[in-house]
């Protein structure tokens, strides 16, 4: 029996725009939707180009469509090539650069444009923005890319440093069939799991061209999105790089904006907002979204009460460097939402006053011994311990998110998963004064492994005083020919988040997540192709010469 399939077509077109069909320098006609200002003569314009339907509720621009024009500029929203009204290929990443440049010159000619373009928007079209950069079109004057990044990537490499994200496959398997968006459920339970989507493609009567691309490949080029030159190699304009500190694509994020301000002659163009919200632009302090408060689901309401927030940072720029509104030298370098506090502007990232601050992992034979396991210390332990575990590909460790995109709406409590005896804990004492996290965490592990590699998967979660623990940051990595000797750096990004009194810091590791990450087999196998797994023994080690520990970047003056 055919599995149910979930159709998206296209919604109706929004009455207050004009759809034109915008033509490609190959002849392809990309639909693209035109919101002018009342009383427009020759005004700025804001592009957005995007795979999900630029008529959707789920983009919902057509309710920020207002928001742009009653501040005189124009919007244009264009379904990518392949999506929804948009002719040619459906293949994400590859025609990116190209079409950005024709929309823009085509753009910059309309009677009513005054050939100044900004360009917004999240995730795949947070993209699109560094690919129109690679183009180097010179109407493009500034971008606000959104829980992003300019190598937003699908990893699909089995001997990387990458733990691969079987959701990532997901994505191109329900996303990049053809025009249309299909959900299905994917057998998990297939072995291989390169199979897992076999029965939707074949209920949809199509497969994903982009999905078996990724399976072919071996390396970590992934999808070639820049053919020729890198957008960074290109940049002169602005960036606001908008992140979000509970967002799963937050590394990636993170990693454009270090790496650019790195850049002497790219640091005086970057520009930080980041906040306490997920993918989908649910908030902490809304934590778990309740009935009335889910702004995809719920109706208008509580979207109306979100966007103001959700583009007011891009507005406001927009206004500086694109309307010429203001002095540039009055933006805040880095505005920033402190979980469970309030706003705070900084003139750099990490703000000012941050220090290291180190927690060593100890007490490593009680850490498989329940949610709470081992301790986090200040002092490392002098004599060396062990923690073991067993890594069974038969019997993963339970992924504790149905939605890693939306993960503050139903705000998973990780305890349960934390008490199985394949996930090692270490628990600090509770804080009796706040303590304000602000800047990049990583962690240092002494691994090994009976197998020749093996996945760390590892958890930073904020313990409440009723035993719940909710995850602050992630990360993962593939270690190759683990040794203790050679103890491995994970990083979990970034964050800015205020423990309170009574609250601890937790530190949860383990070798798989499943079904959000691809799961090792216990052998040099392919994972993707692997039909049996074999059971491997895993080892942390404490203390000593060489000691495990958590390295936070704690705000000073709290």
């Excluded at 009342?38 to 700025?44: A, E, F, Q």
């Excluded at 733990?163 to 299909?182: R, S």
């Excluded at 469970?340 to 502007?345: A, G, I, K, Q, V």
């Excluded at 038969?394 to 409590?413: E, G, I, K, R």
Aim: proline share 9%; hydrophobic share 40%; glycine share 8%.
């Amino acid at each position: 029996m055919a599995i149910p399939i979930e159709i998206v077509r296209p919604a109706p077109i929004d009455p207050a725009a004009e759809q034109i069909m915008v033509p490609m320098r190959d002849g392809a006609r990309l639909a693209t939707d035109v919101y002018l200002p009342d009383g427009h003569g020759r005004v700025l314009a804001v592009l957005v180009r995007l795979p999900y339907d630029k008529c959707s509720r789920y983009a919902y621009l057509t309710h920020c469509a207002p928001f742009f024009t009653e501040r005189g500029y124009a919007l244009v929203v264009q379904d990518v090539r392949g999506k929804f009204r948009s002719e040619g290929e459906t293949m994400p990443f590859a025609h990116e650069i190209e079409d950005g440049y024709d929309t823009l010159e085509w753009i910059s000619r309309r009677s009513w444009s005054d050939g100044v373009v900004g360009m917004f928007g999240d995730s795949y079209f947070g993209f699109t923005q560094w690919a129109a950069v690679a183009s180097g079109h010179p109407a493009l004057k500034a971008i606000v890319p959104r829980v992003t990044s300019a190598d937003l990537r699908i990893p699909t490499e089995w001997w990387g440093d990458s733990v691969v994200p079987l959701y990532g496959a997901d994505y191109l398997a329900h996303y990049w069939v053809d025009p249309l968006m299909y959900f299905y459920e994917a057998d998990y339970s297939h072995r291989p799991l390169a199979e897992a989507y076999d029965e939707g493609f074949a209920a949809i009567g199509a497969r994903s061209p982009a999905f078996d691309r990724m399976l072919r490949m071996d390396g970590p080029a992934d999808f070639n999105r820049y053919p020729s030159i890198h957008p960074f190699q290109k940049l002169k304009i602005p960036v606001l790089h908008s992140v979000g500190w509970f967002d799963n694509i937050l590394p990636y994020s993170m990693d454009d904006h270090e790496a650019l301000l790195a850049r002497p002659d790219l640091k005086d163009l970057q520009y930080l907002v980041a906040d306490s919200t997920d993918h989908e632009n649910y908030h902490l302090r809304e934590a778990p979204v309740a009935p009335g408060c889910d702004h995809e689901s719920m109706g208008d309401d509580a979207l109306q009460r979100m966007l103001p927030v959700y583009l007011g940072p891009g507005l406001d720029f927009f206004d500086v460097f694109l309307n010429g509104q203001g002095d540039a030298s009055s933006v805040a370098r880095a505005t920033w939402f402190l979980g469970n506090d309030d706003w705070r502007t900084s003139a750099t990232w990490p703000p000012p006053g941050m220090r290291e601050q180190r927690l060593y992992l100890a007490a490593a034979g009680r850490a498989s011994a329940g949610p709470d396991g081992g301790v986090l210390t200040p002092a490392p332990e002098a004599a060396t311990s062990a923690a073991r575990w067993v890594h069974d590909p038969d019997d993963l460790v339970p992924s504790t998110q149905w939605d890693p995109f939306a993960y503050l709406l139903c705000w998973s409590d990780e305890g349960d998963v934390q008490g199985r005896d394949d996930v090692l804990t270490f628990t600090g004492a509770p804080v009796t004064e706040p303590l304000d996290l602000a800047g990049p965490v990583t962690v240092r592990l002494a691994v090994r492994s009976s197998a020749p590699s093996m996945y760390v998967h590892v958890k930073l979660c904020d313990v409440y005083p009723d035993g719940s623990a909710h995850m602050l940051l992630r990360g993962e990595r593939l270690v190759r020919d683990p040794d203790p000797e050679r103890p491995v750096e994970i990083s979990l990004s970034h964050t800015g988040h205020r423990l309170l009194p009574g609250h601890r810091l937790r530190l949860a590791i383990a070798s798989s997540d499943f079904p959000l990450y691809l799961p090792h087999p216990g052998t040099d196998e392919n994972p993707w192709f692997a039909t049996r797994g074999e059971r491997n023994e895993q080892t942390l080690t404490t203390g000593g010469g060489a000691p495990s520990y958590l390295s936070l970047s704690v705000l000073e003056g709290a």
